[in-house]
């Protein structure tokens, strides 16, 4: 973390944009880092789903075991500074998203 923290104060003193991908940020406290959150959200069922298919998790209690460490996406909501919806089971609408997302921060 603190390594990641070096980095991040390096950009901003060069007042360069930073993109990070964080998917613990909140749980890590290291929000007060940046200047703005985004939090891609996706349905429980679909999450499950795609952790189990492609990140190898073994089961849902596996799964459940991860999740409570982690806040939950309601508060999330409310504490992010965006929200992008991740339900799609194509790529391209989440990079679309992302892209218009971008554009309107930057």
Same mark, same amino acid.
């Given at each position: 973390?603190r390594? $990641?923290?070096?980095?991040?104060? &390096?950009?901003?003193?060069?007042? &360069?944009?930073?993109?990070?991908?964080?998917?613990?940020?909140? !749980?890590?406290?290291?929000? +007060?880092?940046?200047?703005?959150?985004? @939090? %891609? @959200? $996706?349905?429980y069922?679909?999450?499950k @789903?795609?952790?189990?298919?492609?990140?190898?998790?073994?089961? !849902?209690? +596996?799964?459940?075991?991860? #999740?409570?460490? &982690?806040?939950?996406?309601?508060?999330?909501?409310?504490?992010?500074?965006?929200?992008?919806?991740?339900?799609? #089971?194509? #790529?391209?609408?989440? @990079?679309?998203? %992302? !892209? $218009?997302?971008?554009?309107?921060?930057?």
């Amino acid at each position: 973390i603190r390594e $990641t923290e070096k980095i991040i104060i &390096q950009f901003r003193a060069k007042n &360069q944009h930073l993109v990070v991908l964080a998917p613990l940020l909140f !749980e890590c406290h290291m929000e +007060h880092l940046f200047d703005t959150t985004v @939090y %891609i @959200y $996706t349905d429980y069922v679909i999450r499950k @789903y795609r952790l189990m298919k492609f990140r190898k998790f073994r089961s !849902e209690k +596996h799964i459940e075991f991860f #999740d409570v460490l &982690q806040i939950p996406p309601e508060k999330k909501f409310l504490i992010c500074d965006h929200v992008l919806l991740n339900n799609s #089971d194509r #790529d391209c609408d989440l @990079y679309k998203s %992302i !892209e $218009t997302l971008f554009m309107k921060i930057f």
